[in-house]
């Protein structure tokens, strides 16, 4: 809210060339908001993609989520107003792999009942196959 102050401040006083640099820390602020939301989204699926392939089965409930998780990511990703996304296909798989990790920790607690660490279980899994397999699962869901 202050920022949209001072950006009234600035139109009033007909300082231009403040008032676009302060639209553009407005527009990464928004664009580092929705990554941080896409990239709390994604932990979810990549989870339960883990513990589907390692575990070799899947459930009802992982299913849903993993639905629900994406329909929320392609939300948060899509620009309403304008058409398209904020998130490039690069950009979302960047993401993938930035959210992978702490995935991959969450999974270890959960998979096989926690037995196994995230290092153990980050070698029974085939990491790039469940990073390809989240970023298809989005991107077929963007093209609906």
């Known amino acids: 809210m202050e920022e949209l102050l001072e950006l009234r401040e600035h139109i009033q006083l007909g300082r231009y060339a403040d008032a676009l640099d302060l639209i553009g820390e407005m527009e990464d602020m928004s664009r580092d908001d929705k990554i941080n939301r896409i990239e709390s ?7 339960h ?10 459930t009802r ?3 849903v989520s993993i639905h629900n998780a994406v329909a929320q990511i392609v939300r948060t990703n ?3 107003k304008a058409g398209g996304f904020y998130l490039t296909d ?9 959210s992978y990790p702490s995935a991959l920790r969450r999974a270890s607690l959960e998979a096989f009942d926690g037995v196994y660490s995230a290092e153990e279980l980050a070698a029974m899994v085939d990491e790039s196959a469940v990073k390809e397999e989240a970023l298809g699962l989005i991107l077929e869901t963007q093209a609906q």
């Open 41 to 47: 989204f994604l932990e979810i699926p990549i989870l």
């Open 49 to 58: 993609l883990i513990k589907q392939q390692t575990e070799d089965r899947t």
């Open 61 to 63: 409930s992982w299913d």
């Open 78 to 80: 899509r620009r309403r």
């Open 90 to 98: 690069e950009e979302l798989n960047e993401a993938i792999g930035e």
